[in-house]
């Protein structure tokens, strides 16, 4: 079920949800337009800095964000699906918002005016404020007691000058739960999967992957439903592991349940193949 338009959104997809993780960025987009929210890209968008700029160069970083911050509009709030890029763009705007010599900064390279007041969304705040179920129609497709283990990662944890901000743990099992699916309790939904160090020191991060889909088995989890494309990404191509399991955008599940399906070709950007999954709990059309 459809619902008319009742507000427009910015949108910064950020750079995985435009490249590893296209299936991501479309149902993200299938899940807003099923829900009445119109999102509108920002325009030539830049990385906001998160793989590795912060860490290597943090004027770089403030001013890679600083410009996204520039792009959007002040009537639209601006969603943001990764928790990297949220955490990059919140800490700068906390930034500006505290240093004035920062805003001179900004406007000399942006051409506009600081704005303290642009309002920042993270995904997660959306399916915080509304019951996904009031649009589950007909069409409403239940996860037919589908067992997950939910996999946050480390990005929604705020550095302490923004420890006061919501992280969301919880929304995952609370959404899906109310849809059919059965979260399994385990003991790494936060842990690290070390994404910046993938590609620096693979057999590191394979380790730590493993010991996070290892304890998805032991927990008897058909799935891992993940916050994040950057952990999502990770915790595929680093798992070298002989029995894996599927990996599922969390907006994956949402976009199945309110009924949009997959494009074509979409199970073949999954390293895990999820169709067995989901046929054996009837949930593929």
Wanted: glycine letters at 4%; charged letters at 20%.
């Amino acid at each position: 079920m459809e619902h008319k338009i009742r507000m427009k959104l910015s949108y910064f997809p950020g750079c995985s949800l435009a490249t590893s993780a296209k299936e991501n960025n479309w149902s993200l987009i299938e899940i807003c337009r099923k829900i009445g929210l119109k999102l509108i890209e920002l325009e030539d968008w830049n990385c906001c800095g998160s793989s590795s700029a912060h860490s290597l160069n943090s004027r770089l970083a403030l001013n890679l964000a600083s410009r996204i911050l520039s792009l959007a509009p002040p009537e639209r709030p601006l969603l943001v699906a990764c928790p990297s890029c949220n955490m990059r763009l919140r800490h700068a705007q906390h930034y500006l918002k505290e240093n004035a010599s920062a805003r001179d900064e900004y406007q000399r390279l942006c051409g506009r005016p600081f704005d303290p007041y642009l309002k920042i969304m993270h995904f997660f705040e959306l399916f915080d404020q509304i019951k996904l179920s009031d649009f589950c129609g007909k069409e409403n497709h239940a996860l037919n007691g589908l067992r997950f283990v939910p996999y946050y990662g480390c990005m929604l944890t705020r550095p302490p000058s923004m420890r006061r901000e919501k992280n969301y743990y919880g929304l995952m099992e609370n959404v899906l739960s109310s849809v059919g699916a059965s979260p399994v309790q385990w003991s790494c939904a936060s842990r690290c999967c070390g994404t910046f160090l993938s590609a620096a020191k693979p057999d590191f991060v394979a380790e730590l992957v493993n010991n996070i889909v290892r304890s998805a088995h032991n927990a008897a989890a058909e799935c891992i439903v993940t916050a994040c494309a950057m952990c999502h990404l990770n915790l595929e191509i680093r798992c070298n592991m002989k029995d894996r399991i599927p990996v599922f955008h969390f907006s994956e599940l949402l976009s199945l349940v309110l009924g949009s399906g997959f494009p074509k070709g979409w199970s073949s950007r999954h390293i895990v193949d999820p169709m067995p999954i989901l046929k054996a709990r009837e949930l593929f059309l």
